[in-house]
Nanobody, 122 residues
């Protein structure tokens, strides 16, 4: 079982910045693929950003150039730096930890945190 927890959400004005953090348990954190998803009311959950165990990153089209995902394996954390925020970025943001299939911790779909709310509004 892997525990996942997010922090850093809040209310920010359009054009502002916010940094989300996610902590995940497990001695093999460095092997997890880590991702951020978001879900706005009435919409499907969508991928925001993902970072592989090797540090490769990928972003949803709507956040490319504005958001940056990074990880600190020494602290078992992954962060999402969000700049130039727009009202349409308003959503609940979820962290996902995905251990490799060949490890004891593997579960289909990975592990999810409870989410943290981000609201972009003036």
């Amino acid at each position: 079982q892997v525990q996942v927890g997010e922090s850093g959400g809040g209310l920010v004005q359009p054009g502002g910045s916010l940094r989300l953090s996610c902590a995940a348990s497990g001695s093999i954190f460095k092997l997890y693929a880590m991702a951020w998803y978001r879900q706005a009311p009435g919409k499907q959950r969508e991928l925001v950003a993902v970072i592989s165990s090797g540090g490769s990153t990928n972003y949803g089209d709507s956040v490319k150039g504005r958001f940056t995902i990074s990880r600190d394996n020494a602290k078992n954390t992954v962060s999402l730096q969000m700049n130039s925020l727009k009202p349409e970025d308003t959503a609940r943001y979820y962290c996902n930890a995905d251990p490799p299939v060949w490890t004891y911790y593997y579960t289909e779909g990975g592990y999810w945190g409870q989410g943290t709310q981000v609201t972009v509004s003036s």
